[in-house]
């Protein structure tokens, strides 16, 4: 799936089964949300955490895709093309990367 098409999806979604987004600040307290249930996981699952027995049926890749979904939310709510951003993002970063990790001694 494109990212277009997945922006479509959700905007479809939210117009039949949602009602409507919630505002722009709700979305983001829920992206906070969603964001820390997945730093849970990870701290549990590859930090030095361990897991509760009400911890049983997490789902890490569920998580994130609903870290997404959320995110894919705002996109739409604030007219932004994520695919466009994402083009534009990964050219900065190449610019003003191109060497830094290369050099960066931590990383060999």
Do not use: P
């Not at 494109?2 to 479809?12: F, G, S």
């Not at 979604?13 to 249930?37: C, K, P, Q, S």
């Not at 911890?55 to 739409?76: G, H, K, P, S, Y």
């Amino acid at each position: 799936m494109e990212i277009k098409e997945a922006q479509h999806l959700v905007d479809k979604w939210i117009n039949t089964m949602g009602i409507r987004y919630f505002n722009e600040l709700t979305n983001t307290a829920i992206l906070m949300e969603e964001v820390g249930e997945v730093a849970r996981i990870m701290a549990r699952q590859y930090g030095e955490q361990s897991f509760k027995k009400s911890d049983t049926e997490v789902n890490l890749a569920d998580e994130m895709a609903d870290v997404l979904f959320v995110l894919i939310c705002l996109a739409n709510q604030t007219g932004i093309d994520l695919t466009d951003a994402l083009e534009k993002n990964m050219e900065k970063k190449s610019i003003r990367d191109a060497d830094r990790h290369k050099n960066n001694e931590k990383l060999k």
